[in-house]
């Protein structure tokens, strides 16, 4: 049976959508007026003509564009590559850390040094071993620079990923690890019906954003040479004594990395919800 609301939660609700219209004007007004101050002071400070011409150059951004673009499709696919291998070895990792037993003790101190040693090196000295110490080695089969590059960003993020993973796996309670392998399963299947799944759900959140620091890091395999949009930006800038170009492969790499941050920021949202029971 349908009720109409009473007078009082009428007003109430006329109340809420007032203060809803008035904390948005308010913060668009506040929004604007800090964006024109902040405007008014960069364009009038002295040197802003000869940064404008270096720095925001609307042809030369016009003409770099294609190549950055098509450098940008590298880093893409590099991306994803990288972003797969890195969860799964992550995974991997974690997995080897949390076995039990004395007889895991040495793939457990393995796995422990792997991930001390990867996220103690910085990853660009990672880069330059790869891709320039391995080369230098000579051996038959050594796969290409790109993929060197590659390898090091999945051994520094795998490292980062592991211990998500394992305090994923040590948040599940250890009761039903128990009750699990009362009913019959053995210790892997309870890892992969029982943990696993929970841990990766409660997780979730920081491994997306350990990918999104990796869609930004995925722009220093241009040290190495491959040209993917860092390295096209550089080149262009070389050719035009103007840093425009690098302005360009900013701002793609930041329109790039948007969604994946609007999915990562949904999914923390949702993830704090379901742990407040909202």
């Known amino acids: ?139 038959q089969g050594m796969p290409p620079v790109l993929v060197l590059g590659g390898l090091a960003l999945v051994l520094t993020y795998g490292g980062y990923l592991a211990e998500v993973f394992r305090a994923g796996i040590e948040s599940v309670h250890p009761s039903q690890l128990a009750a699990a392998r009362s009913l019959g399963l053995t210790y892997r299947q309870t890892m992969r019906h029982v943990v696993l799944p929970q841990a990766v759900r409660r997780v979730t959140p920081p491994l997306l954003n350990d990918v999104v620091a990796l869609q930004k890091d995925v722009g220093l395999v241009s040290l190495a040479g491959p040209i993917d949009a860092v390295r096209a930006a550089q080149i262009a800038t070389a050719q035009t004594f103007n840093y425009t170009p690098y302005i360009v492969a900013g701002v793609l790499f930041v329109l790039l990395a948007i969604p994946l941050i609007a999915v990562t920021d949904q999914v923390t949202l949702r993830a704090a919800r379901r742990q407040s029971g909202g």
Request: charge should be positive.
């Open 1 to 139: 049976m349908h009720h109409d609301p009473s007078p009082a939660q009428r007003a109430r609700a006329a109340y809420r959508r007032r203060q809803t219209v008035l904390s948005v004007l308010i913060a668009a007004a506040s929004t604007a007026a800090i964006g024109t101050l902040l405007a008014v002071a960069v364009t009038g400070a002295p040197g802003w003509e000869r940064v404008r011409e270096s720095f925001l150059d609307p042809e030369i951004a016009r003409d770099a564009l294609p190549r950055v673009l098509t450098g940008l499709w590298l880093n893409v696919r590099l991306l994803v590559c990288c972003a797969i291998g890195a969860l799964l070895l992550g995974l991997l990792i974690a997995i080897l850390r949390t076995l039990r037993g004395p007889v895991f003790f040495p793939i457990r101190a393995l796995a422990a040094g792997y991930t001390y040693t990867f996220r103690g090196l910085p990853l660009i000295i990672v880069l330059y071993v790869l891709t320039l110490g391995m080369p230098g080695l000579r051996l």
